[in-house]
């Protein structure tokens, strides 16, 4: 059964002089708004999705009739309907293509803007925010890959960064492209143990509900039997019995050996793109089909895209970093790394987000200031502003209710419970550490830290290089000579919006006590041989064996 229309979203798909709204179930043309009834919408989105290729008659009745049996005429009627909204001939077609008693083809050239989805009134909250450039990566790669050139490329991100906005969009610019199925799958994070393949299964049943199953099914059922039997839905009891005997002790290896193979027979008939999105808890059998599949010599049209986040591969001391590393290296797999936005991407989302309005250039600065230009924390931030009524619109226009520079949007909530769970997976050292560090500010040198403290500095500035390897809540910027002569690393919070979490932990006692260390520190600092600071210094150690444990949650 092929697969429900459910693929499009809120992608903008252009055939001149028409746009295809998803959102609101109707075609614009000019700004003038065209609406068809809900079926015959749904045909010609099916038709669009799958442009350029006869879409047969019972194609389509299951793709927009999928649990009813529907007389085939109903399609005709749908199609002179769609006509008549485009202004088409069945004569003389400038859209569709009719082949009597077989199906239709769409045969106008459609295109895909990435940067403004289909929805006016959520462009800007969905809006593809500064990646054009990485996008046009990925075309590239699919050129290539349709050309025989089998391409391996991994997209590095961290949390929030937008690895499956990309992948969204990539995948909305690849499904009108004539020939070319899309399989796409994701790894879990598995408390319980990892199941095998998962991701790469999980794509490949996808691809089965759409109009690729023929393909998939007749493939594995040639090249890849073990693969066959783990898609119940695809074959029969009387196949799975028949071919319980061919899979009884299938190896590793052999189903490694078999997916690469099938994978590679798919790409004879159209391209084949492989999706495996969140690689960094991806078990061990799935990182040996891609290294498989990208050491393999045979041309082959596929295209595979592994996404996962740097600091959980670090964590788990995944093989994952190795292999793509050894990958890269051989040229066998490019690398692409996706960055924060810069501040006129920011500006970008602000202006498309809210259109018409008074508010003052500087709220956009704000903003990326305290989001560090991560996609998702930014998206909160706005949200978060709007929803607390600091922007409000009144008059169809966007205004600013109080001055920018008192605008401090704090923590979102959605936000702090997600920081909250990254804090659990830290120490209860690590968590103090952490609070510590963000009394001293943004940016704070180890130095203080181990004042506040009363630790060694050798040992503080081990811990936070550890946490810095890890990339979890801070990174370095250098080494500091201080004006006393002492030597100290200097550390920064790698998102303003950690620093506000941690520092909302501390309850007032707390703070008070580090702040009264951190400037006493300061003051040993600057005056290194006064009695008096050094007495102070001695003062704070001795106040420092009088505070409680900090409220932090224990580690897990």
Known sequence: MHEPISTLHDASLVFEPFRLDHFNQCVWSDGARIDLRPKPFAVLQYLIAHANRLVTQDEILTAVWPETYVQPEVI?????????????????????RTF?????????????????????????????????????????????????????MFVAGEAGIGKTRLMDAFQHAAEVIHDVHIARGHSLEGFGGKEAYYPILEALGHLARGPARPLVTNTLATHAPTWSSQFRSLVCAQQRATRHGETIGATPERMVREIGEALE?????????????????ADLSTLD????????????????????????????????????????????????????????????????????????????????????????FMTAIVDHLVQSDVVVQRNGRWRLQLPVEDLNPGVPDSLRQMIEMQLRELSVDERRLLACASVAGQRFTTSAIARMLSQDQSDVEARFEALAQRQQFVKACGTLTLPNGESTVEFTFTHALYRDALSQRLNRSERLIFERRLANGLAHVHASGDTASNANLTGTKREFHEIPPLAVPSSR
């Open 265 to 281: 027979a798919m790409t004879d008939v159209a391209t084949l793109v492989l999706v495996l999105e969140d690689l960094h808890w």
């Open 76 to 96: 005709r009627q749908h199609i002179l309907e769609i006509r008549r909204a485009l202004g088409d001939s069945a004569n003389a077609p400038q859209f569709i």
């Open 100 to 152: 009597p008693k077989r199906g239709y083809q769409f045969i106008a050239p459609v295109t895909f803007d990435p940067g403004r989805l289909a929805n006016p009134a959520t462009d800007a909250q969905t809006r593809l925010a500064g990646r054009g450039a990485a996008l046009d990566v990925l075309r590239k790669a699919l050129k290539s890959a349709q050309l025989g050139h089998r391409q391996i």
């Open 289 to 376: 089909v891609i290294s498989a599949l990208a050491r393999r010599r045979q041309p082959a049209k596929l295209l595979v895209i592994a996404t996962f986040r740097p600091a959980e591969a670090i964590v788990a001391d995944s093989p994952l970093k190795r292999l793509k590393h050894d990958l890269v290296v051989h040229q066998l797999a490019a690398n692409l790394n996706l960055e924060r936005l810069c501040a006129a991407d920011v500006a970008a989302y602000v202006g498309d987000r809210f259109g018409a309005s008074d508010l003052p250039e500087a709220v956009a600065a704000v903003i990326h200031r305290h989001s560090d230009g991560n996609p998702l």
